[in-house]
């Protein structure tokens, strides 16, 4: 995995590099200008799917992690060093190298309809290319450090075998200790409520030809989502579940104010 990101994030910094050629000769005409626009939306929609990814891996491998050393006995001490990549340098470059890849789309948006200064739009492109180059020196050895420290732990613990007491015992345990399903779903719907407002968000003020787009239909699909998942959570939390009347009232109370700033948000010619 280590090798795949170092080439993706290679290809993160030739896509700013087009970017910034296109950007030097934007103002050569109106179809250079598009080019450079379209060229940024699509870099910046790259860039920050690909920095994204060394998230999907840690957190991945925690979960396996922390399954295999349930499951072995290992003890704590391996989930503890496989914590260890929180604790680093690369772990603030993580989060500033997709963060300033959406600031220089959005900012590019509003200095090309001169709502802001070019400056910012400079500066983001600096902290963008600064973190993905740095992204790229600092994250693989982090990486390749995770997966050595998953081989010794599948070197140096076996798990019980199938049709065995132990586990039997094993699968018993994991069952009662497991999230229940609606629990993690609720999770998911949450968080897929707040990127439909990110997506609005960056349509309406970070692009040219999308600036009229409506509120309303990204307004609702939060609201649904949110709602629902917000009752979800509370109705079927492990540790502290709710009656289903407290839970559901809660999520629709909520909806139901989110739906009033809507209507107020709407009337103001946001949507």
Known sequence: MATILRALLTAVLILYGWVAWTGAHAGQGTDALALHLRAGLFAALAAAAILSLPFAYFLGTGFWIKAFVRASRAGPEWEARHRQWTKGRA???????????????????LAETGRIAPLWHTLFFAAAALSALVALVLVPPVMRRNAALMDRLADRHVLPRPGTPAMEALVEEESRTALPPLFQLSRVLMYAAVQILIVWLYLRFGTEGWRDTPLWPFGVAFIVLFTVGLGLNARFDPEHPRPAGAAWGRALTVGAACAGLLVVLIRAGAG
């Open 91 to 109: 772990y603030p470059w993580m989060y500033a190298a997709p963060f300033s890849a959406a600031g220089l789309a959005i900012t590019g948006g």
